[in-house]
């Protein structure tokens, strides 16, 4: 069974640009959820995805954007990066009303 | 605000002994709790949780425990080894609420406790 996979695992992007993140659920799982890691902190919800739809978001403005698509990858797109949006980016998969949800190794975004 | 804290940035524990790693939170629609390891480089992983309707729950050397008067959880490792040495995040579930109907939910984490288990 092959687990959560995340691409790329480092990135380096500059103030203002934009930057798509990408995920692989767990075989049979059918939501995906994107968190968002800063350093020293706990992953914070930025939203979830469920049949194509947006299902939930956190407090993320809406630069913060996604797609999930029929085979159940996901892709997070953010736009106009600041310097704060440097960090680890997780993406966890679950099948829906599931209490665990299975977490990629995450990427790593750096904005300078 | 924070929902769910872990007031603990650090714990060092003797390789035997017993750690407890705690957690508090303020949400009571939280309806179940989970704890997460997670090594440098990793993702989280899943370790154990329990349902807002227990007070206990145990599988093999690690076991929760829920006070939900006191919206107080810890997680017991007996005995402690080791390889526990990682980062322990306590996460809380949520209810989403959506057009696609119920079923979805979001998890709140804590800021995370390291765990040193020293040989």
């Known amino acids: 069974e092959t687990g959560v996979t995340q691409s790329p695992t480092h990135l380096i992007k500059t103030r203002g640009q934009q930057v798509t993140l990408r995920c692989s659920s767990q075989s049979g799982h059918n939501t995906v959820s994107w968190y968002q890691q800063a350093l020293g902190q706990g992953p914070q919800f930025i939203f979830q995805y469920y049949r194509e739809e947006e299902n939930g978001r956190g407090n993320f403005p809406p630069r913060f954007s996604g797609l999930q698509f029929p085979n159940y990858s996901s892709e997070l797109n953010v736009n106009a990066l600041e310097l704060d949006d440097s960090a680890l980016y997780l993406c966890a998969s679950a099948k829906q009303g599931a209490y665990e949800q299975y977490f990629g190794p995450g990427t790593r975004l750096t904005v300078t | 605000d924070q929902q769910v804290k872990q007031n603990s940035p650090s714990l060092s524990v003797q390789e035997g002994r017993i750690s407890i790693l705690n957690c508090d939170y303020t949400?009571?629609?939280?309806?179940?709790f989970l704890w997460y390891k997670k090594y440098p480089a990793e993702g989280p992983t899943f370790l154990i949780s329990?349902?807002?309707?227990?007070d206990k729950n145990e599988d093999g050397r690690f076991t929760v425990f829920l006070n939900k008067s006191a919206k107080h959880l810890s997680l017991h490792i007996v005995p402690s080894q080791p390889g526990d040495s990682a980062v322990y995040f306590c996460?809380?579930?949520?209810?989403?609420?959506?057009?696609?109907?119920?079923?979805?939910?979001?998890?709140?984490f804590g800021k995370g406790t390291k765990l040193s288990v020293i040989p």
């Open positions: 329990i349902s807002s309707i227990k």
């Open positions: 949400n009571s629609m939280f309806d179940y």
């Open positions: 996460a809380a579930r949520f209810p989403l609420y959506s057009d696609s109907g119920a079923g979805s939910y979001q998890l709140t």
